[in-house]
Each structure stands twice: as structure tokens, then as C-alpha cells.
């Protein structure tokens, strides 16, 4: 009886640590399910990962069109957010070199500087006023007697072959007396560059004619009142040689030239102030003039009537 009772107590133990392991078995499976359907992002990366996949798949399958292997063009958006790519685009104008070589790129002179020679306007050179007696006012420039005794030689360096004849002149001198003459003559040496030898009545407008020589500076001017150019032949002119002069110019008078067969012929100009054709082309036809500025006269009907002073009926404009 008493075995009886025991082997009972033992099955009903046996029966509990049945019970009890099928139990914890149970609840550790649920907790492992539970855990592995909370775990993040499990679903997106399985999906993720058979997109890539397939993507890959189709891209080593299908070839490549000419087009597709261009380099894909910015978006907007992604420009503007790139500094490097902001960096990579300079302006043409912020170049050093493009500012060196348009500052330094060469520009053309101006008429006037190739044409003027030694004295061009808007220059005020320094030198020397010395005093002579003019007489009537004739000179090396072969112009004749002059009614205006306003007039000075200038010395033979910026005489220059008489390209200074016929020039206006304003001088100054130290004191701050000044006087405009125009030039009609010749100083040759000792005269120095920049010297300029006026007649007593134009030195007497600076200081007393005994003082001789002074410090001054001058420029060359445009006067107003100085009427229209005449043109004069030389005499002994004919149609198979002459000698033609331009007077009364405002400006400096660069060139001289004539209508040939053959177009206009630039004639040499003389040390005393004719400018020559030495075969008579061009004698007696029409005539243009060139000052130091570039500007151009044209003038036409004067006949070849040697040492008669013609009336052109033009002038070239103020400077």
C-alpha cells in the first residue's frame, strides 16, 4: 500500500515537469517570434536588396546607346548647391592675363603725331626768346612783306625743312607776359631746339628789347581771325615744272598734294617753304591740303599763274 502511494506521488512530479517544460518551450517560441517581427528595417532591406539585384541584372544585359554615354547634365539644383562647381566657372573679366593683354594691346597714334613732326599741339616746350630786327617781315618761310610784325623765326632744329612755317605761336615768359606770333623765319645756329628768335615788336610785348634774351615757354595755338588759305605758284612755274605755297593756314601745314592721272601725288616740300613738282604732273590742276591734325582741303580752280596769291576760300578748323 505504501508502494502504492509512492509510485503515485512520482508520476503525478513526472507529470508537472512535463507540463512545465512544454510550457517554457512554448513561451521561448513566442518570445523569439515576437523579437524577430519587431526587429527594424527587416522588410525594406530584403525588398531593397532584390530591387538592386534585378536593377543590376537589367543593366549588364541591356547595351549602352551613344546618347547614354554622355555625361548627364546637372540638375539646377544641384549646381547651385555645389561651391566647387561655382568655383570652376571664372568670369572672363576677373582674369589677370585678359586685363595684362587688353591693357598692353597696342592702339593706334592719333593723325596728328605722325603727321606733326617736331612740334605738335596741346605740348608746351620750354626754351629761349631772343630778339632781331625783321625788317619788312619776309624770311625763310618766302611768304613776303608782312603787315602784321607779330612774327618770330624759329631756330632750324624745329624749323624742321619749314615745317613750322605758318604756325601760331603763344609765348610766355616768366613774368607772366605773353604774346602770339606766327613763325616766318629761320634761326639758324647757334640757335638751340626750342629757341625762338621774335621780331623787336613782338619781344617788346614780353620785356624791354634791351633785355635780349629770356626764359619763356610756348605752344602752338588755333587762332580765330585768320581769314581763308591762299595758294600762290612760284615763279617761273609752268605746266612742266612748279613750285606751289600754301599761305594763311590756321594750322601747321603737313602736306601738300596734287591731282595727277594717276591720283593724288604728294609733292616734297622745299627749305624755303614751295612744295615742288619737278616734271609739271599735276601743275594747275586741283590741290589738296593736309594740316597736322588730319584734316583735309581740297581745292579746286586755281590757275597756274606763278607768284599771283589766290584766294582759296577755305580754312581748316580750330585745335
Not at 110 to 130: D, E, F, H, M, Q
Not at 238 to 251: D, M
Not at 257 to 263: D, L, M, N, Q, S
Request: aromatic share 6%.
Amino acid at each position: 500500500m505504501q508502494e502504492t502511494r509512492q509510485a503515485a506521488r512520482q508520476r503525478r512530479r513526472r507529470r508537472r515537469l512535463m507540463v512545465g517544460s512544454t510550457a517554457g518551450l512554448v513561451v521561448t517560441g513566442l518570445l523569439v517570434c515576437l523579437a524577430l517581427t519587431m526587429r527594424p528595417g527587416s522588410e525594406d532591406d530584403a525588398g531593397r536588396a532584390a530591387a538592386t539585384a534585378v536593377a543590376d541584372s537589367q543593366e549588364t544585359r541591356t547595351p549602352l546607346s551613344p546618347a547614354d554615354t554622355k555625361a548627364p547634365t546637372p540638375s539646377p539644383s544641384a549646381v547651385s548647391a555645389s561651391p566647387s562647381a561655382k568655383a570652376k566657372k571664372p568670369k572672363a573679366s576677373a582674369s589677370p592675363s585678359a586685363r595684362k593683354r587688353s591693357s598692353a594691346s597696342p592702339r593706334k597714334a592719333p593723325a596728328a603725331s605722325s603727321l606733326a613732326g617736331r612740334i605738335r599741339g596741346k605740348v608746351t616746350y620750354p626754351g629761349v626768346a631772343t630778339v632781331y630786327k625783321a625788317g619788312v617781315g619776309d624770311g625763310a618761310c618766302s611768304y613776303g612783306p608782312s603787315s602784321d610784325m607779330m612774327i618770330a623765326a624759329m631756330n632750324t632744329t624745329d624749323y624742321e625743312t619749314s615745317k613750322a612755317c605758318g604756325a601760331y605761336v603763344f609765348v610766355r615768359a616768366a613774368n607772366g607776359a605773353s604774346v602770339t606770333v606766327r613763325i616766318t623765319n629761320e634761326c639758324p645756329l647757334p640757335c638751340a631746339p626750342g629757341q625762338l628768335d621774335l621780331s623787336e615788336q613782338a619781344f617788346a610785348e614780353l620785356a624791354p628789347v634791351s633785355t635780349g634774351r629770356l626764359a619763356v615757354t610756348w605752344s602752338l595755338v588755333s587762332p580765330g581771325s585768320v581769314g581763308t588759305i591762299s595758294i600762290r605758284y612760284k615763279v617761273g612755274s609752268n605746266p612742266y615744272w612748279c613750285g606751289v605755297q600754301a599761305i594763311g593756314h590756321r594750322n601747321p601745314l603737313a602736306r601738300l598734294e596734287v591731282r595727277t592721272g594717276g591720283g593724288w601725288r604728294p609733292l616734297a616740300r622745299t627749305d624755303y617753304n614751295y612744295f615742288l613738282s619737278p616734271d609739271g604732273s599735276g601743275c594747275g590742276k586741283a590741290i589738296r591740303l593736309t594740316d597736322i591734325y588730319g584734316e583735309q582741303l581740297t581745292v579746286n580752280g586755281i590757275a597756274l599763274r606763278p607768284d599771283v596769291v589766290q584766294s582759296t576760300g577755305v580754312q581748316f578748323a580750330r585745335h
